[in-house]
């Protein structure tokens, strides 16, 4: 059974960083599409980047386009997202995701991660 764990959440001052890890358990990394997702409370989850299965192709949504990277290590099982200069707006549970194939819907992915907490004071 292939599991997402995500790390690296937590508070963080406006105009701080973060990086978020999600480690793929139980299945090998480069076999999927990676995505990276977040939800506020009371909004819908929202995409914010797709990376392909060798890292040679990735999307980023255009509200966190130059603020955040992400990122593929495939023998390290992990894909990472690199925050910068994040506002009280990114405040949200981020949740990695996996498919098999690649996808554009949060519903069309095969494996979530458990989400992590980013919380932005200003």
């Known amino acids: 059974q292939v599991q997402l764990v995500e790390s690296g959440g937590g508070p963080v001052q406006a105009g701080g960083s973060l990086t978020l890890s999600c480690t793929v358990i139980?299945?090998?990394?480069?076999?999927?599409?990676m995505g990276w997702f977040r939800q506020a409370p009371g909004q819908e989850r929202e995409f914010l980047s797709r990376i392909s299965w060798s890292g040679g192709m990735i999307w980023m949504a255009d509200p966190v386009k130059g603020r955040f990277t992400a990122s593929r290590d495939n023998p390290k099982n992990t894909v990472s997202l690199q925050m910068n200069s994040l506002k009280p707006d990114d405040t949200a549970v981020y949740y990695c995701?996996?498919?098999?194939?690649?996808?554009?819907?949060?519903?069309?992915?095969?494996?979530w991660g458990q989400g992590t907490q980013v919380t932005v004071s200003s």
């Open positions: 995701a996996a498919a098999r194939r690649m996808v554009e819907e949060a519903d069309e992915y095969d494996y």
């Open positions: 139980g299945g090998s990394l480069s076999k999927y599409v």
